[in-house]
C-alpha cells in the first residue's frame, strides 16, 4: 500500500502521505463534504479516497500528484480562519490542513479528514461505507 502516515524521521509537519496522483472529485456545500479520489491502476488495484467532513473553505488545485497533508502552524491557521469568517468560538473544533504536491498546493479547513481504501472501479460511492477500511483518520 502507499499510503504512509508520518514517522519520526519525517517532516513534523506532515500527517499523510501518499504517492498516487489525486483527482478532486467531489465537494458538496450543502453536505460540506470533500472527496479527493486516486483512481485505480495497474500498481493500485483500490480506489484511495480523501473524504474531508465538516468543511468550511477550501483553496485547491484540481490535481495533486504526490500528495502530503501537513499541518499548518497558528500564523497560517489564523490567516485561513480569518479569510473564511470562522467564528473564535468554533476554531478549536475546526482543522487546517495543508495540501501539497509536484502538481499544486492548497488547504482545506474541516472537522474531520479520512483515507478510505477500496473499490476497484473509478466510478463507485462517494460516501464512505462497509466496503471501505480506513486507513487513516484525524478529527
Same mark, same amino acid.
Given at each position: 500500500?502507499?499510503?504512509?502516515?508520518?514517522?519520526?524521521?519525517?517532516?513534523?509537519?506532515?500527517?499523510?502521505?501518499?504517492?498516487?496522483?489525486?483527482?478532486?472529485?467531489?465537494?458538496?456545500?450543502? %453536505?460540506?463534504? *470533500?472527496?479527493?479520489?486516486?483512481?485505480?491502476?495497474?500498481?493500485?488495484? *483500490?480506489?484511495?479516497? *480523501?473524504?474531508?467532513?465538516?468543511?468550511?473553505?477550501?483553496?485547491?488545485?484540481?490535481?495533486?500528484?504526490?500528495?502530503?497533508? %501537513?499541518?499548518?502552524?497558528?500564523?497560517?491557521?489564523?490567516?485561513?480562519?480569518?479569510?473564511s469568517g470562522v467564528p473564535s468560538r468554533w476554531r478549536s473544533r475546526r482543522l487546517v490542513i495543508g495540501l501539497r504536491s509536484g502538481s499544486g498546493a492548497g488547504y482545506v479547513q474541516c472537522q474531520k479528514v479520512s483515507a478510505l481504501l477500496g473499490g476497484t472501479g473509478v466510478i463507485g460511492s462517494d460516501d464512505p461505507s462497509e466496503s471501505f477500511d480506513v486507513v487513516w483518520s484525524l478529527r
Open positions: 500500500m502507499t499510503v504512509r502516515p508520518s514517522s519520526a524521521g519525517d517532516d513534523a509537519s506532515v500527517l499523510f502521505a501518499s504517492e498516487r496522483s489525486f483527482r478532486v472529485w467531489r465537494y458538496g456545500v450543502g %453536505h460540506s463534504r *470533500l472527496l479527493l479520489r486516486a483512481a485505480p491502476d495497474s500498481a493500485h488495484p *483500490l480506489r484511495l479516497d *480523501l473524504l474531508f467532513e465538516g468543511v468550511d473553505a477550501v483553496q485547491l488545485v484540481t490535481r495533486y500528484d504526490g500528495l502530503e497533508l %501537513h499541518a499548518f502552524d497558528d500564523a497560517e491557521s489564523g490567516r485561513v480562519f480569518e479569510l
